[in-house]
């Protein structure tokens, strides 16, 4: 596709020779010989030249949206994939408000580097070599006149890109900063309203947006002295051709006709060299976001998930043997011993802090431990592909994170071939038929949810129009990170969701802090029937959830200071007994 509009862009501009040839054919020969028989052949010639050309230029216009459009998609694809895939420690030192800049702003930005530089540059240069060539076959002499400020503006472009590089790597990063702003704003909306803390962000807005600002007036002070600076160069080759050719032609070394010749050949001539100045800032500004792009798909540690032994019909024993790990500089858990049989339900209970969801996200391998080895079915983890093994688990976090889309949309992350009465029974596992089918009855957001009182932290403040059923069951739309659920049935689509994946390995973070009571019991209810025949691991703080754990692990300061069954463990651990003595209300063992 590129060496077809090449082609095309090589054929459109040789066709700029023909009207310069006809103004001279007329001015030299036509007319002096009052040649009216040849009068409409030099006017059809420089017409169909014309005609052909712009023919050609509508065809690669065209081509040169598919291959542009094309690029992006490409380029668009394979910074998704790779963002994708990198661990998620990489996402711990980045933005979202950034990784977005760089998709929707770098990614055309850099496609404008490679397109620019064969649409505009490649024809530019083409259009000043053919223009060159004929007017040094015209009379060489004057063609090396009109060329003498080409040295001036070709050095006045480097030293321009050069110069503008550093101001647009500044305004690009100050336009992720700001755009990192805006999205924690919008994400964060009812945080900010909850504290009236709008005049804050505004301010913090108005400082990231002032330096954006700086940044690019600084870039546009730099073309507003290029531009004209080179425009001027270029002006004074049409004056030294005016000069020159007028002194040539009253003293008859030249004809009328060969100076108007020129005249039109030295257009063509500068005006792509005016094209390039554009071209050369597209690219100045182009490169510091593809350097920004290019950072992201050059970046090292990229997830292996298929290397690896594959997790068939695990069993679910589970062992960590002196784990210890940190996050950078903060160490968080120290030589962690935890044993966990086939089928049993273990319990982590500890203070916020203490380490418990970091031991999830080392065995779903998000992170490697620093020191220690953490074994499934008598196998270390890292023998097993990251594929097989997260497959293998069924992970329900604290927040449970629902993607914009349907129910159905949702479900179809557990198992995406999953038919529709799969996924009724696991909403039926879940307690979440009810207000499912609910919403497709039209019933109102209050009279139809049990616990339609919650938000993502308390849902009485959800706003009604969002709560208001737009479809029905399944197809019912659950907002953008599942805004028009409650924080009780947004916890119960993500339990449905593991039914329908069905591991056997089962990690459930905190399912039911941040619903009220009615909620807890319908979120309990299901997570009592999810965690049959499987390997539960349960983080909760309130101790009810977790009495008849199998075994129930407890940590302070990322150590695990004891381990047993809740009545073993009042008895002979402290820490355990004053947790269990808050939770229950009751003196200490």
């Not at 060969?258 to 005249?263: A, G, N, Q, T, V």
């Not at 500089?329 to 982590?348: G, Y």
């Not at 992170?367 to 097989?388: K, L």
Request: net charge neutral.
């Amino acid at each position: 596709m590129a060496l077809a509009q090449l082609a095309l862009a090589v054929a459109g501009t040789c066709l700029i020779l023909v009207f310069p040839a006809v103004v001279q054919w007329f001015i030299d020969d036509i007319i002096p010989n009052k040649k009216t028989d040849e009068l409409y052949r030099a006017a059809g010639l420089a017409a169909a030249a014309f005609a052909v050309r712009e023919l050609l230029f509508a065809f690669r216009t065209r081509l040169n949206t598919v291959f542009e459009q094309r690029m992006i998609f490409d380029l668009r694809g394979q910074l998704h994939r790779k963002v994708a895939h990198l661990p998620v420690a990489w996402f711990d030192k980045q933005s979202t408000g950034d990784i977005m800049t760089r998709m929707a702003d770098d990614v055309p930005a850099t496609q404008r580097v490679i397109l620019e530089g064969i649409e505009q540059g490649v024809t530019s240069i083409l259009q000043i070599i053919i223009s060159a060539v004929m007017m040094l076959v015209t009379n060489w002499q004057l063609a090396l006149f009109v060329m003498i400020p080409t040295p001036w503006i070709a050095a006045g472009g480097f030293i321009f890109s050069r110069w503008v590089q550093p101001r647009a790597k500044l305004a690009r990063e100050a336009s992720s900063r700001m755009n990192a702003l805006l999205h924690d704003t919008v994400t964060g909306i009812r945080q900010i309203k909850s504290y009236t803390a709008e005049d804050g962000k505004q301010r913090e807005f108005n400082v990231a947006s002032d330096h954006l600002r700086r940044a690019q007036t600084r870039l546009m002070t730099a073309w507003a002295v290029y531009s004209p600076l080179m425009t001027f160069f270029g002006s004074m080759g049409l004056v030294l051709l005016l000069g020159v050719g007028a002194w040539g032609c009253i003293h008859g070394k030249w004809s009328l006709g060969e100076l108007l010749k020129f005249i039109f050949l030295i257009g063509f001539f500068f005006e792509p060299i005016s094209r390039l100045h554009g071209v050369n800032q597209t690219l100045s500004s182009g490169l510091a976001s593809a350097r920004r792009v290019f950072e992201v798909l050059d970046a090292g540690g990229e997830e292996d998930l298929v290397n690896g032994c594959a997790l068939e019909r695990a069993e679910g024993a589970i062992v960590f043997k002196n784990v210890t790990f940190g996050y950078a500089d903060r160490p968080v858990i120290h030589d962690v011993n935890l044993r966990v049989e086939p089928r049993q339900t273990v319990a982590i209970v500890g203070a916020t802090g203490s380490g418990k969801s970091t031991l999830f996200q080392l065995l779903a391998r998000f992170y490697d431990p620093q020191r220690g080895e953490i074994d499934i079915d008598d196998v270390p983890i890292t023998e097993y592909s990251r594929a097989s093994l997260r497959d293998a688990i069924g992970y329900v976090t604290q927040d449970a994170f629902l993607f914009a889309g349907t129910i159905r949309d949702n479900l179809s992350i557990g198992k995406a071939d999953a038919a529709e009465d799969e996924m009724w029974s696991a909403l039926r596992l879940a307690c979440a038929e009810e207000f499912v089918r609910a919403l497709g009855a039209g019933a109102s957001a209050k009279d139809s949810r049990p616990d339609a009182a919650m938000s993502s932290n308390n849902a009485s403040d959800t706003p009604e129009l969002l709560r208001a059923p737009l479809q029905s069951g399944l197809d019912s739309e659950v907002g953008e990170r599942g805004i028009r659920l409650s924080g009780g049935e947004r916890q119960r689509i993500a339990i449905a969701r593991a039914f329908l994946k069905n591991a056997p390995i089962l990690l459930l973070d905190e399912a039911t802090s941040a619903v009220d009571t009615k909620s807890e019991h319908l979120i309990q209810q299901a997570i009592n029937q999810l965690r049959q025949n499987r390997t539960c691991l349960v983080i909760a703080h309130r101790l009810s959830t977790v009495v008849a754990a199998d075994q129930i692990y407890v940590m302070r300061l990322g150590r695990v200071l004891a381990h047993g069954k809740h009545h073993e463990l009042v008895k002979t651990c402290p820490y355990y007994a004053e947790l269990a003595a808050l939770a229950f209300d009751q003196p200490e063992a």
